[in-house]
């Protein structure tokens, strides 16, 4: 039963704390993605990875890292720096190949930061 | 600089009648556009999709126009069913840029629809 996982659904954590967010995929798909989505807004691109080992800054990269050492994991770090880290975060992945950017999202983890 | 608008952030629709739901870009490399439905504390789900040598895709009560020339794409949805009610995104990509930019979507602010029964 192929699809993207998340987890946690929820997370608190303390202001000042770093916090991992997990994605996994076995879809085997190229791509993976890291979006945010707050009250009213659409989905912005934090980071996003083509092939294992790189990715690329999205849009509001700041305050956050990621890393890509195996194909079907892309998890996402929320540092001290982010200024605003509560938000909806969403984890997506697509095939590159065929030009189809049909992207396959998961769950969400939904951050709060006391 | 917000290159794909959804203006309405709000339709509300009765049962049975059209759903119309527009988006805009400004973006003249997009050649790839979809539109995705969400529901609250729930990741998007794909609906549709079509590419810019089209200006028409249909899927069962789901169709998508293209109107190039406007750069604006619309969703239409007959007939509306009160399980429709979500939050949809228009989202759009450059297909045949290649480099980075592959595969990278570009998303609207989301329209809330609600069918009422």
């Known amino acids: 039963d192929g699809g993207i996982t998340q987890s946690p659904k929820y997370l608190f954590r303390k202001e000042g704390q770093n916090v991992t967010l997990s994605c996994e995929q076995n879809?085997?798909?190229?791509?993976m993605y890291w979006y945010r989505q707050d009250p009213g807004q659409g989905l912005r691109l934090i980071y996003y990875?083509?092939?294992?080992?790189?990715?690329q800054k999205g849009d509001i990269a700041e305050g956050y890292s990621v890393s890509r050492e195996k194909k079907e994991s892309f998890p996402l770090t929320v540092t001290s720096a982010q200024k605003n880290p509560t938000a909806f975060y969403l984890c997506?992945?697509?095939?590159?190949?065929?030009?189809?950017?049909?992207?396959?999202f998961g769950p969400g983890t939904r951050l709060t930061v006391l | 600089d917000q290159q794909v608008k959804q203006n309405s952030p709000s339709l509300s629709v009765q049962e049975g009648r059209i759903s119309i739901l527009n988006c805009d870009y400004t973006?003249?490399?997009?050649?790839?556009f979809l539109w995705y439905k969400k529901y609250p504390a729930e990741g998007p789900t794909f609906l549709i999709s079509?590419?810019?040598?089209?200006d028409k895709n249909e899927d069962g009560r789901f169709t998508v126009f293209l109107n190039k020339s406007a750069k604006h794409l619309s969703l239409h949805i007959v007939p509306s069913q009160p399980g429709d009610s979500a939050v949809y995104f228009c989202a759009a990509s450059s297909i045949n840029a290649g480099g980075t930019s592959y595969g990278k979507l570009t998303f609207g602010q989301g329209t809330i629809l609600t069918v009422h029964p």
């Open positions: 079509i590419s810019s040598i089209k």
């Open positions: 973006n003249s490399m997009f050649d790839y």
């Open positions: 997506a992945s697509s095939f590159l190949a065929g030009g189809d950017n049909e992207q396959f």
């Open positions: 990875s083509q092939i294992v080992n790189d990715f």
């Open positions: 879809l085997n798909h190229d791509a």
